[in-house]
């Protein structure tokens, strides 16, 4: 289980490390098991809750436990500041922005566990709140589920601002289904008269992540049990096989489009008619949310793109051509001034 949250963690400091931009440290997990009662004498001050509830490829629910200050620091520097604490309450400023960045932290820990188990995995967005773990509704979001539950501390580091912890609690049964999710369901005895098979024992030691330098990880299957392995036949008791060897043959991508008669060579002729969105880029900014929340009448936002410069045509995401733009009988239009090769465009996604 640590294994398993050591992992997925590291995906979601990769997420915070791109909302801060700072470098975001998360070490490796201590897993204890403990009841209400011992987490209620454990933590007495007030905590920010996020209650996520996994919604497909597992069923359950998960809190994670951040201290007052260190959401502080964060929301600073999501709405532009230096990461200052303040002496005012959290507002619903705060627990808007906090929760923002849970949705993009989660979600990475969502697609990190989506690999590690190869299956689909959601999550609901997260619900963020303000509660005091000795109190009645720590009980009602995982406690009434049962008297034990597992909790899972991490030590996390930004750069230059904090360095300080965060909890993560669940259930002991949605701990206990994680854990059947990577060893699964015990291999069946082998039959009395087979000869031993041999076996070798894998294990994994969890490291801390450095959102700032690697992205997450591929997660590691930690284990503990013998992991049998099928005897190799030798290559007399094999059948032998007649393999017919062929050069293979490859159509021409680099050719331009108007020279392929058929339409169908690359399985396009069924679509032909299929209308899509063309769209335009003028260009992009980005704004912190205290930017965002300034904005008024007769605010300008100044774009990427210079003056000038082409505009990009796109067609359902994927850019297809530059352009300028012009009027036409009081209409914005855009006059095509380059065409991107097929390779670039119609054929992107590995020749799909």
Request: glycine content about 8%; charged content about 20%; aromatic content about 4%.
């Amino acid at each position: 289980l640590g294994e398993i949250c050591n992992s997925s963690m590291g995906a979601a400091a990769t997420a915070l490390y791109s909302i801060l931009g700072r470098k975001v440290v998360i070490t490796t997990p201590q897993v204890t098991v403990l009841t209400l009662q011992d987490l209620a004498s454990d933590h007495l001050r007030p905590y920010v809750v996020v209650d996520v509830e996994y919604t497909e490829g597992f069923l359950g629910r998960s809190l994670f436990i951040l201290q007052v200050e260190d959401v502080k620091i964060i929301t600073d520097i999501m709405m532009g500041g230096e990461g200052v604490v303040s002496e005012e309450d959290l507002s619903e400023l705060h627990l808007s922005a906090i929760g923002e960045a849970m949705n993009q932290m989660m979600g990475g820990m969502a697609t990190s566990m989506a690999d590690m188990f190869n299956r689909v995995v959601n999550i609901s967005p997260p619900h963020t709140m303000i509660i005091e773990l000795d109190g009645q509704e720590i009980h009602e979001l995982i406690g009434h589920e049962s008297p034990e539950l597992i909790r899972i501390s991490f030590s996390m580091e930004i750069e230059g601002l904090m360095h300080s912890s965060i909890m993560q609690l669940m259930p002991l049964r949605f701990g206990k289904q994680l854990v059947s999710g990577v060893i699964g369901d015990p291999e069946p005895a082998a039959p009395a008269s087979s000869s031993p098979m041999p076996f070798q024992v894998v294990t994994a030691e969890p490291v801390a992540h450095d959102a700032s330098t690697t992205p997450a990880s591929s997660p590691v299957k930690q284990s503990s049990d013998p992991v049998w392995q099928p005897p190799v036949h030798s290559s007399e008791t094999m059948p032998s096989a007649q393999v017919d060897a062929r050069p293979v043959q490859l159509p021409n991508f680099d050719a331009p489009v108007s020279s392929r008669s058929d339409p169908g060579e690359f399985g396009l002729g069924l679509i032909m008619d299929v209308a899509l969105k063309v769209s335009v880029e003028l260009g992009q900014c980005k704004k912190t949310i205290r930017e965002i929340l300034d904005l008024n009448t007769g605010s300008i936002l100044t774009l990427d793109k210079p003056a000038g410069e082409p505009v990009d045509i796109v067609v359902h995401g994927k850019p297809v051509a530059k352009g300028e733009v012009i009027v036409i009988d009081d209409n914005y239009g855009i006059r095509i001034t380059e065409i991107l090769t097929p390779p670039q465009h119609v054929l992107s996604g590995n020749g799909r």
